[in-house]
């Protein structure tokens, strides 16, 4: 029992600081992300673009180590019988601490990440509604040219005096 429970162990550990590597990675697009919201509108929409299918790409990455440690983990608290980690005062096979470690990591990382992105979210609501009214801008300039543009032969209107 004991000898599984620490391959188990080791083994989510590696997931964990894979996980962890990727996670750092998305934190680094995120933080690009960020300077892309601020740069110029052409250069920073391509960059956003890149940023984004990049942090997708990523994340595909993170979903396969989670799915694969999901499926380890619940295994080895079956094995332990626990329900969870925070149920253990002791270590009950050697590399627990260091998991629990990793995962904290890993949190505390993801934390970051969601800060930024609710500040990225507000900052591209923000472009989008400058771009809105760009928009209105343009096409009330379309309006107006186009009124102007009119050849005065298009309009037919009768002049009558009566005086006469």
């Known amino acids: 029992m004991d000898m599984n429970a620490e391959v188990v162990t080791d083994y989510l550990i590696r997931i964990s600081e894979g996980k962890l590597q ?35 790409e990523v ?6 180590l989670d799915k694969e440690f999901l499926e380890k983990f619940q295994s080895l608290k079956d094995e332990l019988g626990i329900n969870s980690f925070a149920d253990l005062t002791e270590e009950p096979v050697k590399g627990i601490k260091e998991l629990q470690k990793q995962i904290q990591e890993i ?14 979210a507000v900052k591209a609501q923000q472009n ?3 771009i809105k009214q760009q928009i209105k801008v343009v096409k ?10 009119k050849k005065f032969n298009e309009i037919h209107s009768i002049l009558i005096d009566k005086k006469k």
Do not use: C, F, P, W
Not at 24 to 29: D, E, G, P, T
Not at 59 to 64: E, F, Q, S, V
Not at 140 to 149: A, S
């Open 22 to 56: 990727l996670v750092n990675q998305l934190l680094q697009l995120t933080l690009q992300q960020q300077d892309a919201l601020e740069a110029t509108e052409e250069e920073g929409i391509s960059a956003l673009d890149r940023h984004i299918h990049k942090k997708q």
């Open 59 to 64: 994340m595909g990455k993170i979903d396969l």
């Open 140 to 149: 009330l300039g379309k309006k107006t040219n186009q009124g102007y543009g």
């Open 128 to 130: 989008l509604e400058q």
């Open 107 to 120: 949190l505390k990382v993801t934390g970051k990440i969601k800060e930024i992105d609710e500040t990225n």
